[in-house]
């Protein structure tokens, strides 16, 4: 049954205790009941409540005696995060999801009060920051080319304009991309008929091919009425089009002349999207595609697989995605991450696959599917239990607060299935790379399984990280097998093993220093360092802002104020393919909502992993031109914007709670 009658109103005390408070608002009193919800990681029990089930964050709790909850009555109780390092930080780390449980097994709804987010008013007004102080010292273009040279006089691209290049397969390829992608951006750029000298035109756009020697480059000369884009490449010939397309938005159709030479810093420009803390539409997943490259990112880490689901639905074992799509109330998964009662989720199917592969195609951007092992398995696990020996009395917790949630690589059953699972992704997939995980595998997995020992003995490994090393490197032989390479996080290479290493594109994420330690190692590293790259976390301390924050407080300047490389080691560039940007997901509930934790941050992410050192521009700067110019270009794609302004960042702290981050 469904009803509003019930209330929960909860604040948090000086203690980072919850104090909730349930209220039956109804005619009818209820007894012998549940109180479900779900939180960023395991409670524990404060006062006047008792934990009867606890799966990771999801919990259900209920009074500590017999309790009847008449009309009008009031049930007060308390209770924390069990970790102290879980500090509430803002009202995504309060309880969401809400329901209630009755003996027989119905569900109630509630009406949630989050009494501290009442307090804060949402209302301020975007600031008005007139024209004249506005700083735009340099190119309002992101990413920053490479150099620009300005001369007098300004190109008027707010009439109709004339498009012409030769018949040239190459250049049509890169036009027919870059006006489908103008035309569902909603920018109306680009003409669709080319090669036509139209008397209503005044500036003609001109595509070459030209001999360049980086991949990706580009040449924009901008005079008065001609406007001409020189390239080696179709991708080249892509992204000057695209640059184009940005300054006639940011420049109100008038660009100014001068010359711009462009090209990349590194090879590797990505954006990570976790698909399985919260499930996005096709539509939604097509959306960041293209706002990815309208600022020249070019590889789409699709977080697939991980504790609460396998989205994607393979041929050869499709029951893994379809039994672990749903999650909610008696599911094999439940309602974590505040997705309630009701069965809410999806799986990407091979129709949705190859949708997803041929728009990041058509946008030049390569699709890398994470399958992550052997941790974060808790949905893999529950399925088939034969990946877990029976004898295994580790009863290992990950970080996250599950338990038993790591597949056992000395299980035949564990092998069989996950080879076949990567046969299947290698197939469906036709980018370069799988990425097979290898993060935080919990410390205590396997250390009282029998099997393991014996496999230990077997191949000379002395510890688990051992373990994990050998497992991934024998998968990335099956990778390989595929004509396939392996990426994988940085834990990946954590260990000791004494089979031939496969090569691997590793993922660092835990902090910059340690980036550089694997380049310093030999390693090719993508950087993703937490504190500058994970855009899941908080934007600020406010209580009515959203995100994690046990890397940093993240806001927009910190994407770009980083040294990349070390001042006294510029060798280790040789080793540094790119960078990447990381959204997981724990903390949104709504697709939209991915919106604005990227935008302004991925242009930060832009910026960094495109300009080069000398030209890359410092926070304060590329702010300015965030707030000023590309607010009103995301606004005309249709994109939400972070608005730091839209809280009342008032001083009063009844009135604006901030709350420390953790360590």
């Known amino acids: 049954m469904s009803t509003t009658g019930f209330v929960i109103k909860t604040s948090i005390n000086s203690k980072n205790h919850f104090c909730s408070k349930l209220i039956n608002k109804t005619n009818q009193p209820i007894e012998n009941f549940l109180l479900c919800f779900s939180m960023l990681a395991p409670v524990k029990v404060v006062e006047n409540c008792t934990i009867i089930n606890s799966i990771g964050g999801y919990i259900e709790l209920t009074h500590p005696q017999f309790f ?26 309060a309880p969401q999801g809400c329901f209630l449980k009755t003996h027989n097994g119905d569900t109630i709804s509630l009406k949630v009060i989050d009494l501290d987010l009442k307090r804060i ?38 009439a109709p304009i004339n498009v012409f290049f030769e018949d040239n397969q190459i250049v049509n390829s890169a036009y027919s991309s870059a006006m489908n992608l103008n035309n569902r951006l909603n920018l109306n750029f680009f003409p669709d008929t080319v090669n036509e000298d139209s008397d209503k035109a005044t500036t003609s756009v001109k595509l070459k091919i030209k001999e360049f020697e980086v991949e990706s480059s ?20 892509y992204y000057g089009l695209v640059s184009l397309m940005q300054l006639a938005q940011t420049y109100h159709q008038l660009v100014p002349c001068g010359s711009i030479f462009d090209q990349p810093r590194f090879t590797w420009r990505g954006q990570h999207l976790d698909t399985v803390r919260h499930f996005y539409s096709v539509d ?40 672990t799509a749903k999650r909610g109330n008696n599911l094999l998964v439940p309602p974590v991450f505040g997705s309630g009662p009701e069965a809410t989720g999806g799986c990407y199917d091979r129709d949705d696959i190859q949708k997803i592969i041929n728009r990041a195609s058509n946008n030049y951007i390569e699709v890398m599917p994470e399958f992550d092992l052997p941790g974060h398995n808790l949905s893999l696990v529950n399925l088939y239990p034969r990946t877990r020996d029976p004898e295994d009395k580790s009863c290992e917790v990950s970080v996250q607060g599950y338990i038993e949630n790591t597949i056992n690589p000395a299980m035949p059953e564990t092998i069989r299935l996950t080879e076949s699972l990567i046969d299947d ?22 250390s009282k399984s029998p099997a393991i020992e014996n496999l230990k003995n077997e191949r000379n490994l002395k510890n688990s990280k051992d373990v994990a090393s050998w497992f991934i490197n024998k998968l990335s032989k099956r990778v390989e097998l ?23 594109l590793l993922f660092s994420w835990q902090n910059l220093e340690s980036g550089f330690n694997l380049a310093r190692q030999g390693y090719q590293v993508v950087l993703c360092p937490a504190e500058h790259m994970y855009f899941d976390m908080v934007q600020s301390r406010n209580y009515a802002d959203r995100g994690a924050n046990w890397a940093s407080v993240l806001p927009f300047e910190n994407t770009v104020d980083w040294q990349i490389i070390p001042e006294n080691e510029p060798e280790l560039e040789a080793k540094i393919r790119g960078i990447q940007g990381h959204l997981w997901s724990e ?24 300009t080069n050192q000398n030209n890359r521009r410092k926070g304060s700067e590329l702010n300015d031109l965030v707030l000023n110019s590309y607010r009103d270009l995301f606004k005309k794609i249709d994109w939400r914007f972070y608005n730091l302004e839209n809280f009342d960042m008032m001083s009063d702290p009844a009135k604006n709670k901030e709350a420390l981050f953790n360590e």
Not at 126 to 147: A, D, F, G, Q
Not at 482 to 504: F, L, M, P, R, V
């Open 68 to 93: 009847i909850l008449n009309p009008g009555d009031e049930w007060s109780f308390k209770y924390s995060y069990q970790k102290s390092r879980h500090k509430p930080m803002n009202y995504r780390w």
């Open 121 to 158: 008013s949402s209302v301020a007004p975007t600031p008005n920051i007139p024209e004249h102080k506005i700083n735009y010292k340099s190119l309002r273009l992101v990413p920053h080319p490479y150099s620009w040279s300005p001369s007098a006089g300004v190109c008027n691209l707010s």
């Open 218 to 237: 580009y040449r924009i000369t901008i005079t008065s009425d001609v406007i001409e884009i020189n390239a080696g490449d179709e991708i080249g010939i």
């Open 284 to 323: 939604s997943v097509l959306k960041l595609l293209d706002l990815m490259s309208l600022f020249k990112l070019n590889k789409f880490h699709w977080h697939g697989t991980d504790d609460e689901a396998f989205r994607f639905k393979l041929d050869g074992h499709p029951e893994i995605a379809t039994s």
């Open 425 to 446: 992704l290698c197939s469906m997939f036709p980018g370069e790379y799988i990425h097979l995980g290898g993060d935080e595998v919990a410390p205590e997995a396997w």
């Open 482 to 504: 595929n004509n396939k390479k392996t990426a994988s996080w940085q834990e990946a290479e954590d260990g000791n093993h004494y089979d031939e290493k496969s090569d691997k």
């Open 587 to 610: 903390t949104i509930l709504k697709d939209d909502e991915m919106e604005s934790m990227l935008c302004p941050r991925i242009l930060g992410l832009s910026e960094s992993a495109w």
